[in-house]
């Protein structure tokens, strides 16, 4: 009986861990559901994000579909930059880790910014540097 108590905790973690695991997997499995219409797009624990002919759309994964979806056009961001723990950061120069990581959206027309969180600085720093490039492109006057 004793052996049978000492047990029960374990069992309890497993039931937990296999839980937490198919909710997750759910999570995914609704993103890719999501993500079939975008040209570019991320999943993490913190948010989903898409890009479709210049337009962003984000929000957060849950096990349906994405709640608090947000899209705003790259035609209307001024700055897009790279926070990691509310600092700037360089591209040239990236910090092992931190812990609140945001892609940081300045618009033309607003003085509101949207972050957008992510979980890894690597994953950050790539889409900060596409769409500080796909911004710079659009914004360059046509050369004949």
């Known amino acids: 009986m004793e052996r049978g108590l000492m047990w029960l905790p374990l069992l309890g973690i497993f039931i937990w861990l296999a839980r937490a695991g198919a ?10 559901r999501w993500a079939v219409g ?7 624990i913190y948010a989903v994000m898409g890009l479709k002919d210049r337009q962003i759309s984000w929000g957060k994964p849950t096990k349906t579909e994405p709640k608090d979806l947000q899209t705003f056009k790259l035609d209307r961001v001024k700055q897009v930059r790279l926070v990691v723990d509310n600092n700037s950061i360089n591209l040239d120069n990236l910090p092992v880790r931190g812990k609140k990581i945001n892609l940081q959206f300045q618009f033309v027309d607003r003085d509101e910014i949207v972050d957008i969180p992510f979980t890894e600085i690597p994953m ?3 889409w900060t540097g596409f769409l500080a490039n796909a911004i710079a492109q659009h914004q360059q006057p046509d050369r004949i």
Request: net charge negative; charged share 45%.
């Open 38 to 44: 975008f040209d570019r797009c991320k999943y993490d």
């Open 124 to 126: 950050a720093a790539e």
């Open 23 to 32: 909710n997750e997997y759910q999570k995914i499995e609704a993103y890719k």
